[in-house]
């Protein structure tokens, strides 16, 4: 969800969060340098949504997207699945499209989706 919240920033509030944040690395597989970090983040919010493949635990992936009430960002939904059962491209077919679903039913609650 971290991602998905950091990508939706202005650049410049982004920028202030980077240059504050230490990262650390749990797995091999996670993201610890800041220019690798901003390209993902780039693409999370490109593609409004985001995958952190085992990276804060080996065997554990987690998919996150944004809740918006029209333009207001109210925060993130996210699901954490366990890599054996469910590889990346499942997940993008299975799960993501019912995670967007889910985001659309709460921004309909607090008022209507993004615009």
């Known amino acids: ?9 202005s650049k410049a509030e982004q920028e ?6 230490q ?8 993201v610890a340098d800041l220019d690798a970090l901003r390209r993902e ?20 992936r987690g998919l996150a997207v944004p809740v918006y009430r029209k333009n ?4 993130a939904l996210n699901i954490s699945v366990q890599a054996g059962r469910n590889n990346p491209e499942a997940i ?3 799960l993501l499209p019912k995670l967007r679903e889910a985001a ?4 309909d609650d607090f008022g ?3 615009a």
Do not use: P
């Open 1 to 9: 969800m971290g991602r998905v919240l950091i990508a939706q920033l």
């Open 16 to 21: 202030s969060f980077l240059e504050r944040v």
């Open 23 to 30: 990262l650390k690395r749990y797995t091999e597989h996670t």
């Open 41 to 60: 983040l780039d693409t999370v919010r490109e593609q409004g949504w985001s995958l952190v493949n085992q990276e804060l635990d080996e065997g554990l």
């Open 72 to 75: 207001q960002l109210l925060g």
């Open 92 to 94: 993008n077919q299975t």
């Open 104 to 107: 659309a039913a709460i921004a």
């Open 112 to 114: 209507g989706r993004l």
